[in-house]
């Protein structure tokens, strides 16, 4: 046996779960490393980033840079991996610097908006930008990470609580789709921007749970009802889901350090994670808790289990394009685990692989989606309207709460079904989702903010495709 990285538990931030227990010599590989009391700062006796000894981290990151100065970094997978882990750990690291409001999610804000700012002001050398562009969009780093956590959780998920869970988890997405339309319609109303355009406009493309079924269709969709050029809506759709994922993960944030504090004003309110509050056993109904320890060869079998699932994944999606090959990754991996198709070994190694990436390579991820995916010239955009933004802020907080209501009254927490699928349903989709639950501390809710965003957001680009002959009516 060997070990692999600590992975993340409920008090543990995710940068800091996979640095060793002493700051000058690493312990024995073969001993398992006790958790440390202190969550943002486990290792004080070693400067430490990224889990690296701070000389050889800073060594590191000037050869990185003088390699993308002079345009001699190489485009490769790899190098992608590199770059991303070194910015990504500097990133948490100085988040966690910052005492109470690391607790509410600033090293995953910071991982998420500060590269996009860097390269707005043109911070970050070309050759730098593009490998992580093509690392994320054309080595497919997104789709590696996303579906580990999907195989790994689901078939790391009790049986009885996959099977209990699922039928349940209609009524807050449901619910609260149709409830944030009307609400978020109802206040643009009163406040004079709009009722239909409140809901075309900001709640629809929020609500989509992603660029990909949210606006970008969504700006042709209008743009062939009305006539006119789909590059007139993209501007505005695109700055109330930018916007939006950012109230996501400042929310989701706020939840973990609420949930840091032990603040449980009503029974059901916060499960630490848990997604149900329902009778049974504790063995059948949580999350069991993550290993300390595994071996290469079972990380190996996750790694493969988790691509076969996708390529199959994929291959129905051919067939049956209906829905996004994540929802059949999903359906597949839960039909395995609920017909009980792998030993118990295979399960765990999937699970295990998946925590190891979620141990390692959440910075990293998040370094890329912003460089890749976030737009800040849109987000200072959308800063120019306080109605806008009142609207948009609105659509969240309402998603959230409505969420996480009708979750409670079905035996959900309320915090978790607050999150998912309320604020998964509003953020930015697969790196969204991320996002959030890093915040949160969630990630193994994973499958669920899969679920949510691919049956939610077809569902709301249906809503929507009713609703635009209404915007072709008040254009005319």
């Known amino acids: 046996m060997s070990t692999t990285p600590r992975t993340a538990g409920p008090d543990t931030n995710p940068a800091d779960a996979i640095q060793p227990d002493d700051g000058a010599r690493l312990p024995n590989p073969t001993t398992p490393v006790a958790p440390s009391r202190a969550v943002h700062h486990p290792y004080p006796r070693g400067f430490r980033i990224a889990s690296l000894p701070g000389g050889i981290y800073c060594v590191m990151f000037a050869l990185l840079l003088v390699s993308a100065l002079t345009g001699n970094l190489p485009d490769s997978m790899i190098v992608g991996f590199a770059v991303t882990i070194v910015l990504g750990g500097l990133l948490i690291w100085i988040g966690n610097l910052v005492p109470v409001v690391r607790d509410f999610g600033l090293p995953t804000i910071l991982c998420t908006f500060i590269p996009a700012t860097l390269l707005f002001f043109g911070l970050i050398p070309q050759n730098a930008v593009d490998v992580v562009q093509n690392f994320v969009g054309g080595y497919g780093f997104l789709d590696f990470f996303v579906v580990a956590i999907i195989a790994g959780s689901i078939l790391g998920m009790p049986r009885a609580l996959l099977l209990k869970a699922g039928p349940r988890f209609a009524v807050p997405l449901v619910g609260c789709l149709f409830a944030t339309f009307g609400l978020v319609g109802l206040l643009g109303l009163v406040t004079g921007f709009g009722f239909l355009e409140a809901i075309l406009f900001i709640a629809a493309p929020i609500m989509a749970g992603g660029l990909g079924v949210g606006a970008l269709p969504m700006s042709e969709m209008y743009a062939s009802a009305t006539g006119g050029d789909s590059g007139a809506f993209m501007g505005d759709l695109m700055s109330a889901v930018v916007m939006a994922n950012v109230v996501c993960i400042l929310i989701a944030g706020l939840y973990n350090g609420i949930g840091k504090r032990g ?214």
Do not use: C
């Not at 079972?298 to 049956?320: D, E, H, P």
């Not at 609920?338 to 990293?364: N, Q, R, T, V």
């Open 263 to 476: 603040l449980q004003p009503f029974v059901g309110f916060n499960g630490n994670g848990q997604l149900m509050r329902i009778e049974g056993k504790a063995s059948e109904l949580a999350v069991p808790a993550k290993k300390d320890m595994s071996s290469y060869i079972s990380l190996g079998k996750g790694l493969v289990i988790a691509g076969t699932l996708f390529v199959a994944g994929n291959l129905i999606a051919a067939y049956l394009p209906a829905l996004h090959p994540y929802a059949w990754t999903i359906i597949l991996a839960a039909a395995v685990k609920i017909f009980g198709l792998f030993p118990k070994e295979l399960e765990e190694a999937s699970s295990e692989w998946g925590d190891m990436l979620s141990a390692i390579l959440i910075p990293a991820l998040l370094v890329g989606v912003s460089i890749t995916y976030i737009e800040i010239n849109e987000v200072l955009s959308s800063l120019s309207n306080p109605l806008f933004i009142l609207l948009t802020v609105a659509t969240v907080i309402i998603a959230s709460l409505t969420s996480g209501v009708l979750g409670w009254l079905v035996k959900f927490n309320f915090v978790e079904a607050s999150i998912t699928p309320g604020l998964v349903m509003a953020d930015t989709g697969g790196s969204g989702d991320v996002s959030v639950l890093s915040a949160a501390n969630r990630m193994h809710l994973m499958p669920f903010a899969a679920l949510t965003n691919r049956i939610g957001g077809a569902l709301v680009l249906f809503v929507t495709s009713l609703l635009v002959p209404l915007l072709a009516g008040a254009a005319g």
